[in-house]
């Protein structure tokens, strides 16, 4: 587990190809290394990665083909920057939100505008997750813990202050940068809980407004003004 607060900037220092899967080196920069002993996990760009030996100041890292090809690990070259965090411990402020390290999937940068002193990002997630997005909830965006100031179908915005943009990878994205998403793990588990036993279906979906009107979630609203 980990909290979506990040300890560093690192960098791609090698890449090595292993029948399908990737070792990958990673630099800590300024992220001490003492207290990590091998098989210990270190959140890298959002993606849970184990620790598989420790290399003076920095670490090496199995990634396998599913996660190269459902994360944006797999467009890292050498030299590029990551976001890095410590898995947590029952000591640890938790100072974002609880963060799995398991991307639910990839999302692209839309636009980036000044406001005032912080950056207004605008980003699209996959349709199949924009249900999982609220206004004033929390998502994980490489690794950051962030709150979301607005939602509009599958685009959201997100205020990224100074200090977010100098120690995080935030300073490097363009329109249409590729970022690895997860979303609130409370959202997700509210809607098997919701599902009930239709979750068991393997042809159960999402929530529809009906579903969640049956459950008591709605009050009572007539639910046919939600498909005009």
């Known amino acids: 587990m980990f909290t979506g607060i990040i300890q560093a900037v690192g960098t791609v220092a090698d890449m090595q190809p292993r029948g399908g899967d990737m070792r990958l080196r990673i630099d800590t920069g300024k992220l001490s290394l003492d207290d990590v002993a091998l098989g210990d996990s270190i959140c890298t760009n959002g993606v849970c990665l184990t620790v598989i030996e420790l290399s003076g100041d920095g670490y090496w890292a199995d990634v396998s083909v599913e996660t190269l090809n459902f994360t944006t690990l797999g467009d890292l070259k050498t030299g590029s920057v990551v ?3 410590k898995a947590l411990t029952p000591q640890s402020r938790l100072g974002g939100h609880i963060v799995s390290g398991h991307v639910d999937g990839v999302g692209q940068v839309v636009s980036l505008s000044e406001d005032a002193r912080s950056i207004r990002v605008v980003l699209r997630a996959p349709d199949q997750l924009a249900r999982y997005i609220a206004h004033k909830g929390s998502i994980c965006i490489d690794g950051t813990s962030l709150t979301v100031n ?29 970022v690895n998403l997860e979303v609130d793990v409370i959202a997700r588990y509210l809607e098997r809980l919701i599902q009930g036993d239709a979750a068991a279906s393997a042809s159960a979906e999402g929530l529809s407004m009906e579903t969640l009107a049956e459950n008591g979630f709605l009050g009572g609203l007539n639910t046919s003004m939600w498909k005009q």
């Not at 120690?167 to 249409?176: D, L």
């Open 83 to 85: 976001n890095l965090e």
């Open 150 to 178: 607005a939602v509009k179908g599958a685009e959201f915005d997100l205020n990224i202050i100074p200090q977010t943009m100098a120690e995080t990878v935030f300073g490097h994205y363009r329109v249409g940068s590729s």
